[in-house]
Nanobody, 115 residues
Framework: QVQLVESGGGLVQAGGSLRLSCVAS????????MGWYRQAPGKQREPVAT???????NYAEAVKGRFTISRDNAKNAVYLQMNSLKPEDTAVYYC?????????WGQGTQVTVSS
């Protein structure tokens, strides 16, 4: 199995920045996808950014140009640099890893952006 642990969430003022980190452990194959999803109260969980083991990235339109996803394959880690944060970015952010058609999830970390 795979375990994911997120860190870096917190409270930040609008326009500020946060950096989320996630480290995976367990039986991890070299070919996989990692990413960040978020869920606000009363809303569906939505993808924020994803990155393959080859380094290909994809971003939600709402965060494009403000967030940057990166990964370190040697550390089995994925990061999300969030700049120019807006109140609508407030949500629980979840780390995700997909391999062999199975998705693993972290426990989530709260990001709150004040106006």
């Amino acid at each position: 199995q795979v375990q994911l642990v997120e860190s870096g969430g917190g409270l930040v003022q609008a326009g500020g920045s946060l950096r989320l980190s996630c480290v995976a452990s367990g039986s991890i194959f070299s070919s996989n996808g990692m990413g960040w999803y978020r869920q606000a109260p009363g809303k569906q969980r939505e993808p924020v950014a994803t990155i393959t083991s080859d380094g290909f990235t994809n971003y939600a339109e709402a965060v494009k140009g403000r967030f940057t996803i990166s990964r370190d394959n040697a550390k089995n880690a994925v990061y999300l640099q969030m700049n120019s944060l807006k109140p609508e970015d407030t949500a629980v952010y979840y780390c995700n890893l997909v391999q062999r058609a199975y998705a693993y999830w972290g426990q989530g970390t709260q990001v709150t952006v004040s106006s």
